[in-house]
């Protein structure tokens, strides 16, 4: 067990951050759901400061991208180390993070450290890149498994030097 956790150590998910048949009444809680597996997996050292950051984001700029992604994100001195969280909405669920397409049914929660700016910008633009595939996001969807989930957005970060 312990050899499978050293493996994952510099990976930017893990299954147990993946959150599948994700119900949440809006975009604040779907984040708090996502935070909350960052915070178990000891991505997050303060959940509440933490969940400050994201939705004070949120409320600046809408976080919603075309092909139904919510993607909240934060920098903060409460985030161990970089870091993504998904949910994939149950069925017939979405989430308005204010894309001009309409809702969300995939979203993925960034965690970067403050200090890290480049570092944030580069996962942000380099998952935008990937999620502006239709083939990449429905990869997403369709997985329907953890691992497989976490297997995808790591490999599409697999040039970040983390």
């Known amino acids: 067990m312990a ?5 994952y150590d510099a990976e930017l998910t893990l299954p147990s ?3 599948l048949e994700m119900e949440a009444t809006d975009r604040e809680d ?3 759901q996502l935070a909350q597996r960052l915070f178990t997996a000891g991505r997050v050292s303060n959940l509440e400061r933490f969940l400050e950051s994201v939705n004070s984001r949120e409320h600046q700029m809408a976080t919603g991208l075309p092909g139904g992604i919510g993607l909240p994100h934060a ?3 409460y985030v161990t180390q970089p870091s993504i969280a998904v949910g994939v909405t149950k069925y017939g669920h979405s989430l308005d993070f204010g894309a001009a397409d309409g809702p969300a049914n995939l979203i993925l929660l960034i965690a970067t450290p403050a200090q890290s700016f480049s ?9 935008a890149r990937s ?3 239709e083939s990449y996001r429905e990869s997403l969807r369709r997985a329907h ?3 497989v989930i976490a297997e ?7 040039f970040f030097d983390h």
């Open 3 to 7: 050899e499978d956790l050293n493996r």
């Open 17 to 19: 951050m993946v959150i």
């Open 30 to 32: 779907a984040a708090a």
């Open 75 to 77: 920098r903060s001195e």
């Open 119 to 127: 570092e944030h910008l580069e996962v942000l633009a380099t998952l």
């Open 131 to 133: 999620l502006s595939k």
């Open 145 to 147: 498994d953890p691992e």
């Open 152 to 158: 995808l957005i790591n490999t599409s970060l697999v």
